[in-house]
């Protein structure tokens, strides 16, 4: 597998929470021939099992959510998109910004807002509320209304690019590299035999308020899980923050009461014993802000990790380190080896 080619594929399809179905597709094929089986959820989930044959085997998940951030047109005024969140898109990002309305066939347009020319100097220097954008899709009233219904889903028009050496540079990478990850370490265990039924799940609704990964996890009742998201790599005005890790410094495993800690334990271990480039960061919370928070507490409980792939501007123009999904990959495979995984739990 190319990661670079298969995560600039991903990043270009559409998937604002709630409306997954292109990525979901894409997934479900990539998945397929890793598998013994897959199928898609009544919540959209992308679900598949490699089953290992032995009676009495442990069941592992790993999951990576497949939704983006986005927008939901709210009403048309003068032939322009009035809109709200999907999720938590980065409010500031969006004035002049390219937009594809998902529309069948989907719709460019731009966020406009009014130029400096014509504001009071004290306004130049404020963020724009969402309230006060508009979509422009070069059509009159009539015509907006006739091609775009209420409801409409919108996403960025952001093309992934590689970008300087081994980074990827698109829209939606936070988690569309975690799957990426997750579909890596499955080519790296094709024709092992494993002591584990293996299960993955493609997630929906992450950033709408972790709804899919629940119902889903109910479904598969795994043992134990990893869920893989991303992290917030240092900038040069991250400083004041202490939590936040280097692009290309290798996945970043938590440590935090959101997991098990004889399976996060088991997990640092496989990563120092082969060598995988790997950082350590701390959630001090019941509650990780990813799917893990979900996971964990399914049925009688779930012995839970969580790694993260360091990514730059989070829900924005965000970068991530091709290393950085290798080392994933790697912890991922390894974990899914370990014969000790039963003593976690």
């Avoid at 991303?230 to 005005?237: I, K």
Wanted: aromatic share 4%; proline share 5%.
């Amino acid at each position: 597998m190319e990661i670079a080619d298969v995560l600039v594929e991903l990043s270009g399809l559409p998937g604002p929470s709630g409306f997954e179905g292109s990525v979901a597709q894409r997934v479900r094929e990539l998945l397929g021939p890793f598998m013994d089986e897959t199928w898609t959820d009544v919540m959209g989930n992308v679900l598949g099992v490699r089953r290992c044959g032995k009676e009495g085997a442990l069941k592992l998940l790993f999951d990576a959510h497949i939704d983006e951030p986005g927008i939901i047109v709210t009403g048309v005024e003068e032939g322009f998109l009035r809109f709200d969140k999907l999720g938590e898109p980065d409010i500031r990002a969006l004035p002049a910004s390219g937009v594809v309305v998902l529309t069948e066939p989907p719709i460019f347009g731009v966020i406009g807002v009014l130029p400096p020319h014509v504001l009071k100097k004290e306004d130049t220097e404020k963020a724009v509320d969402i309230e006060d954008m508009f979509i422009d899709v070069g059509m009159t009233q009539n015509e907006a209304v006739k091609a775009v219904r209420l409801g409409t889903p919108v996403v960025l028009d952001r093309v992934a690019r590689r970008m300087g050496e081994g980074r990827v540079c698109g829209k939606a990478l936070d988690d569309r590299a975690g799957i990426v990850a997750i579909l890596r370490a499955l080519e790296l265990l094709a024709g092992e035999e494993l002591d584990v039924d293996l299960s993955v799940m493609a997630s929906v609704q992450e950033e709408a308020g972790v709804r899919g990964a629940a119902p889903g996890a109910f479904s598969i009742a795994p043992d134990y899980c990893v869920v893989v998201d991303a992290g917030h790599a240092r900038t040069p005005d991250t400083k004041p923050f202490e939590t936040v890790e280097e692009l290309g410094g290798g996945v970043i495993v938590s440590r935090g009461p959101n997991m098990n800690s004889a399976f996060t334990e088991l997990a640092i271990g496989a990563a120092r014993d082969n060598d995988i480039a790997h950082q350590i960061n701390v959630e001090p919370g019941g509650n990780s802000g990813t799917n893990a928070r979900a996971i964990q507490v399914s049925r009688e409980g779930v012995a839970t990790a969580l790694f993260s792939i360091p990514i730059r501007y989070m829900h924005s123009a965000e970068v991530v380190s091709l290393d950085d999904v290798e080392s994933t990959a790697q912890l991922l495979a390894e974990t899914a080896r370990c014969s000790l995984v039963g003593s976690c739990i």
